[in-house]
């Protein structure tokens, strides 16, 4: 795991020593992600600059030093992430190239030396970012991994290419010139984070999931990324080509499936552990830990003195069950306020799921005892689990009890009753007042996806951008409306919200988290199986249930979501307070024109009050608010420092 970056001057004269100035300037910026060991390597006759920093995982000698050359001189590689069948790709490559070394990275590069780069990642398994120049072609390439787990960021301003794992790494370099995105704002504001390919930083985009990007001379534009592995294909050949076995076999095959992509992300040179919240996902993924390992699995919770916020009791019961090695440390209010202040810098754009706090707690913790740690993310959007899936079916018996002519003020009853009541209640009488106002279940959906429906309301003449919430028009044409709402969740909120939340707050601490969960494999069986499989009368992922059943029991992990939540509102009107009314002062919010002050000042007052809980409409005003304030901090830093 670690931290990449690089750029390429088609134009500039410079020397070795000033490319790799540059180069090692930029790595700086992501010391946290590896800071283990540097590099920086360039090709002067290019104007090539590649750095890397590393968090040593596999090959823990100087033989993993990136950036890596082939040994026939071609090829030079940065890269982030872990191949996690380098062992058996090794194999098939040992007989045609001299390895120096154990690590993961020289099997990326001998694969592409005897197949070439396109098909060397097909066959990989893993999660990974790449930067491969091409020294004889004069070429670049930037690969992403298959669901977006590893983060790539590149642009092209005059005639220079920028990439990086995070944007404070193009920002370093002198030639890069930072210039608010407006529409990405917009989009920010209602969505929580900045979709893909967009970032904050107008003409910097993210690298789609399952792409490649190859970069040649004297292009004008920068090319389109093509895709390696689609996930679109996949979803879309799953419900034609599906699986042809019995309920019982699919639960078999199922935990096959997961039982490997777990053994491939238990191999580490590195101590090793998981996150546990007692939930049915992350259950799960110890639970086949477990079942494989030799001695206890070190497993990891946090609790909240607030009991709806806290699973640790949760957590405690599953590790007792499965005998793991288990710590937990409770929360207190001060310790997840004081992260706060981090997140600007921490995620380097706006970013508003406020469960990054107790996933940096947490992240936190595991990190004073191991440098790996599994996952259970992804097990959501890739078996039904969300109760946002199930609320159109659930409350539309409501819609067939009242007359047609009740049904505006019954819905505008419900969503006012919604913002009193607390979680999940809440949420369910809001649900119930957007089916009892509108019969298109997905506008339902879509507007369950969205904090300010209206946030052209904030942004005054900003357009917002396409996305594929707006475009419905794309979405495959499935037989049951939630496997269309799994498809765009899984390209979207998945990739561009968890993932990102969980890549920053881990690298944050130099921790490498892994997702066996969303392993291709297990992606590609999981869309050939029946939706109804899915189901059940407690709700979605039931196939997962059933795997996790013949390991832990059912009374341990059946019960109602809970999220992994803080109790932001409550902060927001008590100790959170001044900080929050700095930032969302009429002064704050106006002075550069960017935002209109009116409806956010409404919110504000009306959650400070108690009359309406705004909490999630009022945190991405506040994220953006302390990320701005944190960019000026950072221009005057580099004006004093230049040299830095």
Partial sequence: MCGITGFWNQTADASPAELERLARRMAATLHHRGPDDAGAWSDPEAGVGLGQTRLAIIDLSPGGHQPMSSACGRFTIVFNGEIYNHAELRTDLEDAYPFRSHSDTEVLLAGTVRWGLRATIQRCIGMFAIALWDRRERTLTLVRDRMGIKPLYYGRQRQTLFFGSELKALRAHPAYR?????????????????????????????????TMLTLSPGQSELPEPQPFWSFDVIARRGQIEQFAGTRAEAVDRLEALLADAVRLRMIADVPLGAFLSGGIDSSAVVAMMQSQSGRPVKTFSIGFEQAPYDEAPFARRVAEHLRTDHTEHYVTAAQAQAVIPRLPTMFDEPFADSSQIPTFLVCELARRHVTVALSGDGGDELFCGYSRYFHPYRLAWLRNLLPGAVLPAASGLCQAISRQLPRPIGRLFRGAGRLLADTDAEAVYCRNMCYWQAAEGLLPEVAEPPTLFGQREQWPEFADQQRRWMWIDARTYLPDDILTKVDRTSMAVALEARVPLIDHRVVEFAWTLPLEWQLGPTGGKQLLRDVLARHVPREMFERPKLGFGVPLGEWLRGPLRDWSENLLSVPALSHDGLLNPQPIRRAWQDHVAGRVDWKYWLWPVLMLQAWRQSMVNQEIHLHESPNH
């Fill in 178 to 210: 930072r210039e608010l995105d407006r529409g990405a704002t917009l989009l920010f504001l209602k969505h929580g984070y900045v979709p893909t390919p967009l970032s904050i930083d107008a003409g910097t985009k993210k690298l789609p999931p399952g």
